[in-house]
């Protein structure tokens, strides 16, 4: 006899969604619109004027090879749980994390390069110009965190057997948040790069 637990993830919605499925859309689709918002107002606040520009560091176009490289993984580590290949869905996930923690050390040294070149979030010196580009880097940063405590949870489930071909609920939210962040980014790189 099935739970009624099960009944609901196998029933799932009238959207053909599962109802977590459906939470983390409702998440992506506020973040877009928080990241909407703030690279709207980088755009106004330019075209008024007292706007520093500046060369963005060399680093982050490593860290944009990074977070496309983790994503890679991840998919990998999907396919693997889809063919019932668990060991290697668990190392695809721990790559995963481990190329996502270098993304997140590489966001920080390149806030180090940003300060080395007189670009500041804030006092004195600080410009508006420097100040979005922290902010858009440290929300991204921080949501790519959130990123890899949902990877990590996946991992454990999988390192105990609970993410395979007929239980694939878990990491395919995962992969899907986390492609979805690494999409983010390369749209924040993008978009630094041609408004600088």
């Known amino acids: 006899m099935k739970t009624s637990e099960a009944m609901l993830g196998e029933k799932e919605l009238g959207l053909g969604w599962h109802p977590k499925r459906v939470l983390l859309i409702l998440l992506i689709f506020s973040i877009v619109m928080m990241f ?28 944009t090879i990074v977070i496309v490289l983790s994503s890679a993984t991840m998919q990998w580590a999907y396919f693997m749980a889809k063919r019932d290949e668990v060991k290697l869905a668990n190392i695809g996930l721990l790559l995963t994390m481990v190329l996502g923690i270098v993304f997140v050390f590489g966001q920080v040294h390149s806030w180090g390069d940003l300060v080395a070149g007189h670009t500041y979030f ?23 965190i959130t990123g890899l405590i949902f990877v990590a949870v996946v991992l454990k489930r999988s390192l105990n057997y609970q993410v395979h071909s007929r239980a694939m609920l878990s990491i395919g939210n995962a992969t899907l948040y986390w492609h979805f962040l690494g999409g983010l980014w390369l749209y924040l790189y993008l978009f630094l790069l041609l408004n600088h």
Do not use: C, K, Q
């Open 36 to 63: 909407a918002a703030f690279t709207s107002g980088y755009i106004v606040r330019r075209d008024e004027g007292n706007w520093r520009e500046f060369d963005l560091p060399l680093s982050l176009l490593f860290n």
């Open 122 to 144: 804030g006092g004195s010196d600080a410009n508006p110009s420097g100040s979005f580009v922290y902010v858009l880097m440290g929300v991204h940063a921080f949501h790519l």
